[in-house]
């Protein structure tokens, strides 16, 4: 009897184990499903080779659409075992987000961190505060808030096409749709939440980008999405505010006149 009461209790233990690792609520179908395995070409001039994996998606987060009408050649993996073999084998981009099962489940530290430390680009995203250890790779930390749902920058490159410079978030069927940032080592934050939490992080000497939300959740999912691939190609630049403008005509125009003011009051 104490045998199978044991047993019933690891069971139900499993159970409980196996259910915490997925994210996913209900039974929404997968939208990469029809995806993977298919090279989707570029639909503009060539801009290289991006190599995607996305675990799980409710919905079309747009992402293979925005990287093909951007030039790249997309190669969806099957899996992450799929995934860390390419990517071992270079590629111009990597975009990996870890949206239902934790990254740490499959996805190589070791191979990410070759790739980054030999100046690979390379977007990454998780529901997961278990992925801490790949959170850190992308000079990133967890503030253990969760599920904001307004992102915005100040950052030109991020504000593109975005009115006001702000979008939300929505939650198509996650348990954690969204998770708060902190930028270490030289990390910088680009984006913020409503609370003041990081939800975008550049990294790695401008070739990493950590999100704090899931592909599938923004309210302009293509505009936000690209804006964040031409952020690794661009870099941030901070707009210039109106009245420094101002500043630097008035400072022109003194200049002007006080080299002219014998002409001018003569």
């Keep these: 009897m104490k045998k199978i009461f044991t047993f019933i209790i690891a069971c139900v233990g499993f159970a409980s184990l196996t259910f915490a690792q997925?994210?996913?609520?209900?039974?929404?179908?997968?939208?990469?499903?029809?995806?993977?395995?298919?090279?989707?070409p570029a639909l503009t001039a060539p801009g290289g080779n991006a190599l995607v994996y996305v675990d799980y998606a409710l919905v079309n987060d747009e992402v293979v659409s925005t990287l093909t009408s951007e030039g790249y050649t997309v190669t969806v993996a099957t899996d992450w075992s799929n995934f860390n073999?390419?990517?071992?084998?270079?590629?111009?981009?990597?975009?990996?987000?870890?949206?239902?099962?934790?990254a740490t489940?499959?996805?190589?530290?070791?191979?990410?961190e070759s790739y980054i430390s030999g100046g690979g680009k390379m977007i990454f995203a998780t529901w997961s505060t278990a992925d801490l250890a790949f959170a850190n790779l992308f000079e990133a930390n967890f503030t253990g808030n969760f599920n904001m749902t307004m992102v915005c920058s100040d950052y030109i490159s991020l504000k593109r096409d975005i009115?006001?410079?702000c979008f939300t978030l929505s939650n198509p069927g996650w348990t954690t749709f969204s998770l708060?940032?902190?930028?270490?080592?030289?990390?910088?934050?680009?984006?913020?939440?409503?609370?003041?939490d990081a939800a975008i992080i550049l990294?790695?000497?401008?070739?990493?980008?950590?999100?704090?939300?899931?592909?599938?959740?923004?309210?302009?999912?293509?505009?936000a999405f690209s804006n964040v691939t031409n952020t690794l190609t661009t870099g941030l630049a901070v707009p210039i505010?109106?009245?420094?403008i101002v500043l630097a005509f008035v400072v022109i125009a003194v200049g002007v006149v006080f080299t002219k003011r014998k002409v001018i009051f003569g």
């Design 203 to 223: 990294g790695n000497n401008g070739n990493t980008i950590m999100l704090g939300y899931l592909s599938d959740t923004p309210s302009v999912k293509a505009t």
């Design 163 to 165: 009115t006001g410079g």
């Design 105 to 112: 489940g499959g996805l190589s530290y070791s191979t990410v």
């Design 85 to 102: 073999t390419l990517l071992a084998g270079g590629t111009d981009l990597a975009v990996a987000f870890a949206q239902n099962s934790p």
């Design 241 to 244: 505010s109106y009245w420094w």
């Design 22 to 40: 997925s994210n996913k609520v209900g039974s929404g179908s997968n939208f990469y499903s029809t995806l993977s395995s298919v090279s989707h």
């Design 180 to 196: 708060g940032l902190s930028p270490i080592g030289n990390g910088t934050v680009a984006a913020t939440y409503s609370n003041g």
